[in-house]
């Protein structure tokens, strides 16, 4: 395997970036790679779109942050209120529970379940012996607990030693059985897996996927391509050039190279993968060339992208459609919360998590070293999307990293 060239980022910023030497654009094979198709997504933004709750997230422009960054345009897909919950694990997690609890309950009863009259509840007496299991950095595992206490299920959330207090107690109170384990995310996932496994009537309900576990890992990813289906309607014509995209297990990545190669085939972004210096699962697979699982305690700011390993599914299309590579610090996710709280010019206040600001925090890192602006071309003439995929999930460390002490009073 030839060496790779990595390049080790001189600004601001610690981390690196890296080209993938191994992109292979075609887009009818990306399309189909991550376990869906356009088909599966066509029915998934239908049903979710029919929702009570179902309101397309803002699309938000940030000429002053363009300006600022020397960029020809700068976009922000605002997944912080999604599904009325925090972030944009609502559209994978809620579509995955409702769609294997509908399953099941149409096997148990003989006919066809309403996704309406399972989020209200109307089933719950059916359902009392029925727990949703996962593992979660936070966002994905509120979102099952959410899911579950609006169909009448169970929620029993496997969490590792790194996450909050702030994002443990949302979990109790939205009804979960909370068990935390001392290890990585992980490590968690074991547990979660072996409960599910071993307990009757738990269900496992994980966007990441192994060998022998794809099936709702890819309902789930088809539930995020709800989100894709939605900026591409928003942006009309001017089309990004690059997108942003940050990689825990690597769902959400996959989901939107899939769904972006569906939509608009040759016409879709560069992809630039984000992780964080500390859990850099993807970065590591690039370089062996297989999919790796990295050492160490995962520590970041970033919770919800600290994983050792990427999803079997995600994998194959990553390695494929991804432009380059990029890890960071955590200060530049701190700067990146920072800056879209208080933006640039007549830009809009934005509020971004830890992990919400990651794909902001890849553009700083860039555009401060010119080396890696040149290499991957955000010049005066790119137009970067980035999502902020959650909100202020644990608020008092959004007061603490994005806030000033006046403001934060």
Not at 259 to 286: M, N
Request: proline share 4%.
């Amino acid at each position: 395997m030839p060496e790779k060239q990595i390049l080790e980022l001189g600004g601001r910023f610690e981390g690196a970036a890296m080209l993938n030497e191994r992109l292979n654009v075609q887009s009818a094979r990306l399309a189909e790679l991550s376990g869906f198709t356009a088909e599966d997504s066509k029915k998934a933004y239908a049903r979710i779109s029919s929702w009570p709750d179902y309101q397309v997230t803002p699309l938000h422009s940030l000429p002053g942050t363009a300006r600022f960054l020397g960029l020809g345009a700068l976009y922000c897909k605002d997944e912080g209120r999604r599904l009325g919950l925090a972030s944009f694990k609502a559209l994978g997690a809620v579509f995955a529970s409702v769609s294997e609890v509908s399953d099941l309950l149409s096997k148990r009863l003989g006919r066809e379940i309403a996704d309406l009259d399972l989020l209200q509840g109307r089933y719950r007496e059916n359902l009392s012996d029925i727990a949703l299991v996962c593992a979660t950095d936070g966002n994905h595992g509120f979102s099952v607990a959410s899911a579950a206490r609006r169909m009448g299920c169970h929620a029993r959330i496997y969490i590792p030693s790194g996450v909050s207090a702030g994002r443990e107690r949302a979990l109790r109170n939205e009804g979960a059985e909370v068990v935390r384990i001392d290890g990585i995310y992980d490590e968690a996932y074991e547990a979660a897996e072996n409960d599910a496994r071993t307990t009757p009537g738990a269900m496992m309900i994980s966007d990441s996927a192994t060998p022998h576990y794809t099936k709702i890992p890819a309902l789930c990813m088809t539930g995020y391509s709800v989100m894709a289906r939605e900026f591409v309607s928003q942006l009309g014509d001017d089309l990004p050039t690059h997108m942003m995209l940050t990689a825990g297990c690597g769902g959400l990545a996959a989901a939107m190279i899939s769904s972006l190669h569906q939509i608009l085939g040759e016409r879709s972004p560069k992809f630039i993968i984000v992780e964080p210096i500390t859990a850099d699962c993807v970065f590591a697979s690039a370089i062996a060339e297989k999919s790796m699982v990295v050492d160490g305690d995962l520590e970041t700011i970033m919770g919800g992208l600290s994983c050792a390993a990427v999803s079997h599914l995600a994998w194959p299309t990553i390695e494929s459609g991804a432009f380059g590579f990029l890890r960071i610090s955590d200060d530049a996710a701190i700067a990146a919360m920072r800056l879209l709280a208080r933006p640039k010019d007549e830009d809009p206040s934005i509020v971004a998590g830890e992990t919400g600001g990651a794909g902001l925090a890849g553009v700083l890192a860039i555009c401060d070293d010119n080396n890696a602006r040149r290499l991957f071309g955000l010049d005066e003439r790119a137009r970067v999307l980035v999502i902020n995929c959650e909100g202020a999930t644990d608020p008092e460390q959004y007061r603490k990293l994005a806030l000033t002490e006046h403001e934060a009073a």
